[in-house]
T-cell receptor, first 112, second 111 residues
């Protein structure tokens, strides 16, 4: 297992376009998390899954954001009608029910 | 509510010890973590401590937890230039899947 993989590494999009990111977690990990990180800040929680169930979604998360984990394996995060404020690093992490996270390298989104 | 605070910067000389501090507000925190982030990379879990422990040592890393003051520290012995990075403190409480992160301490190690 090569760890948590995220694709793409970088994405530049025009304002108003939709984007989708993919995360492949460590196969034995049943929990998968999405975080967002901007420069000078720590990761901010977006949502997490246990197996295929989405158990929590941040109250700060706009309805333009949606995440899925259809078979309890990989996950996708979609942002509709992107805005410049969505520019950030989107981090995926996975874990067992207890213990710390294993993070991917992130997808850097730039909205122009 | 949940809030994790860290000092923003720390600079030390190679070979010295580094101490990075963190305070948190959620008294029901169960696990407290330290992560390291190098430029352009995701976060790497360094170590963690359960809330029923006071200290944990792992090679050059020592974590101290003062539950009364809700204060966590990470000591790096014999700091090397390769330790230069951003260090994040994070907390998780029972029955919650998510962790709350501080904004990170940038450690600079001078030769």
């Amino acid at each position: 297992d090569t760890g948590v993989s995220q694709d793409p590494r970088h994405k530049i999009t025009k304002r108003g376009q939709n984007v989708t990111f993919r995360c492949d977690p460590i196969s034995e990990h049943n929990r998968l998390y999405w975080y967002r990180q901007t420069l000078g800040q720590g990761p901010e929680f977006l949502t997490y899954f246990q197996n295929e169930a989405q158990l929590e979604k941040s109250r700060l998360l706009s309805d333009r954001f949606s995440a899925e984990r259809p078979k309890g394996s990989f996950s996708t995060l979609e942002i509709q009608r992107t805005e410049q404020g969505d520019s950030a690093m989107y981090l995926c992490a996975s874990s067992l029910a207890t213990g710390g996270y294993t993070f991917g390298s992130g997808t850097r989104l730039t909205v122009v | 509510g949940e809030d994790v605070e860290q000092s923003l910067f720390l600079s030390v000389r190679e070979g010295d010890s580094s101490v990075i501090n963190c305070t948190y507000t959620d008294s029901s925190s169960t696990y407290l973590y330290w992560y390291k982030q190098e430029p352009g990379a995701g976060l790497q879990l360094l170590t963690y401590i359960f809330s029923n422990m006071d200290m944990k040592q792992d090679q050059r890393l020592t974590v101290l937890l003062n539950k009364k003051d809700k204060h966590l520290s990470l000591r790096i012995a014999d700091t090397q230039t390769g330790d230069s990075a951003i260090y994040f403190c994070a907390e998780t409480y029972t029955n919650a899947g998510k962790s709350t992160f501080g904004d990170g301490t940038t450690l600079t190690v001078k030769p």
